[in-house]
């Protein structure tokens, strides 16, 4: 019975034609533009500040009920990122073979492969296919701003930050054909569905809410990406050149910067936490206490 399904999920999340198929271009793929995206950041933006001082305005200080559409959208932040997961794996694994003549004569294994797009390679097929998934995600990860504002009337200057980076980068994925993108989705769609998951579970009821689960979690995430980085750098110097390097290199930056602004964060609300109670932890169902404006998630 195991092997009909196996075989189901792979031709929908591997074989399909759509997804073999898949071309990156303005005129197939929606949200393909550069004037879509600086659209769709500018409306992102310009939304969630205008929510803001309209709350302000009213000077409404209960959080506005919002039923059970935060664990909905948990649910589907869920589900979506462990689709993009298991569909991105099985095709990573399905183009290492179908191309694995290629690899013997350029001796490159595949674990190069996945830090290290050989120059020339073009946004098109299965791991494309679900990068593009990745970024347009993006837009549903973007609706978790407009719930924290509507709760607990906080706006952060980095959430927003944030936000339109991690849309921008993946954008830039696609746009330049980077390396490493294969393993920075397999990284960021296992956390989010772990995280997201949690959150769902808190959501509903369930018992545990623990700040530091998702904070460690974008820790992790992070740090990850920042080694990857460096293999991608080393793979680039001896290899002949990686495909996309000028966007991995503003990526790489951005990530930087991140990380940093992050840990220094993550330390002061480590600190803050344990000098006014050792064992306290967040009971907030944002999991973004005031101190921690740099998660992510």
Known sequence: MGFPIMETLKFWLQD???IVSFRWSPALSWGSTWFFLISAISFYVTAAV???LILRFLGR???????PIPAIHNLAMSVTSLTIFTGMLLSAKAELRDTRWLWRRTRTTPFEWFLCFPLGIRPSGRVFFWSYAFYLSRFLH???TFFIVLRHRKLSFFRLFNHSILLVMSFLWLEFTQSFQVLAILFSTAVNTAVYGYRLWVEIGLPVRNFWFTVDCQMVLLCCNLVCHFGVLLLHYLRGGCNG???WLFNSLLNVAILMLFLR????EFWRRNLNNPTSYSSSKDYSPKHAKLNGF
């Open 16 to 18: 399909h034609p759509t």
């Open 50 to 52: 205008t929510l803001h």
């Open 61 to 67: 200080r209960r959080p506005v009920p919002l039923g």
């Open 142 to 144: 973007m609706l978790r």
């Open 245 to 247: 390097i000028g966007a």
């Open 265 to 268: 964060s993550y330390v002061n």
